[in-house]
């Protein structure tokens, strides 16, 4: 159980392009889904908090109008880079926790490689 | 200091000893810990989640928690090369936001 699916798993475009990625949820219903980005060798680093049917939360420091959320139902989530650039490029993680229960732990999609030449 | 330390220098183990992986914490609000593996390319993999003080045991891993002393571990018996990967510490404080550690890299040669 608590399967995530992410989609796609890379992409590479050219500059200026706006890149969707897809967060789904399989077999659980997800109040609460999560945006992170990972560099070469280290952690993740939180992005923004998605939350169904009300606006993201953003971390410091993340352009909201460079990274539009869109969470419309309990089971999608959407991460839209606007207009790439090369200093995008990165690797883009999503997770989502069950919500019945908020203790549960979040379980991780397999992550959006993106290359923006 | 940082929430969450935790030693990203990579181990080398050879295949069938046993892995030993440390993340100590300075936040005593933290209730739930995580550790979750990863493959190069992928996302991070739940394996073990617990939230009291103790030994959790799953297979060959166990997650150990001391609350006392800020101070979480995994442990992997009988290691396989399968087992390679980066091994990520992670903890929260009711339905706050993970901390995570910086991750550590394992190798285990066959």
């Known amino acids: 159980g608590a399967v995530v699916s992410q989609h796609p798993s890379w992409v590479i475009c050219k500059s200026g392009t706006s890149v969707k990625i897809e967060c789904r949820s399989l077999?659980?219903?997800?109040?609460?889904m999560f945006w992170y980005r990972q560099f070469p060798k280290q952690s993740l680093m939180l992005m923004a908090t998605?939350?169904?049917?009300?606006?993201?939360?953003?971390e410091q420091g993340v352009e909201k109008d460079k990274f539009l959320i869109n969470h419309a139902s309990l089971t999608l989530s959407t991460l839209t880079v606007t207009s790439a650039h090369p200093e995008d490029s990165s690797f883009y993680i999503c997770?989502?926790?069950?919500?019945?229960?908020?203790?549960?732990?979040?379980?991780f999609g397999d992550g959006t490689r993106l290359s923006i030449l | 200091q940082k929430e969450v330390e935790q030693d990203p220098g990579p181990l080398s183990v050879p295949e069938g000893a046993i892995v030993s992986l440390n993340c100590t914490y300075s936040?005593?609000?933290?209730?739930?810990f995580m550790w979750y593996r990863q493959y190069s390319r992928k996302g991070p993999e739940l394996l073990m989640y617990?939230?009291?003080?103790g030994n959790k045991e799953d297979g060959r891993f166990t997650a150990q928690v001391d609350k006392s002393s800020k101070y979480i571990s995994l442990f992997i018996r009988d290691s396989q090369p399968s087992d390679s990967a980066t091994y990520l510490c992670?903890?929260?404080?009711?339905?706050?936001?993970?901390?995570f550690g910086k991750g550590n890299q394992v190798v285990v040669i066959p």
């Open positions: 936040n005593s609000a933290f209730q739930y």
């Open positions: 077999d659980f219903q997800a109040t609460t």
């Open positions: 992670a903890m929260k404080r009711g339905n706050n936001r993970l901390a």
């Open positions: 998605s939350n169904e049917g009300s606006k993201a939360t953003y």
């Open positions: 997770s989502a926790r069950e919500d019945v229960r908020t203790n549960q732990p979040q379980h």
């Open positions: 617990t939230y009291s003080s």
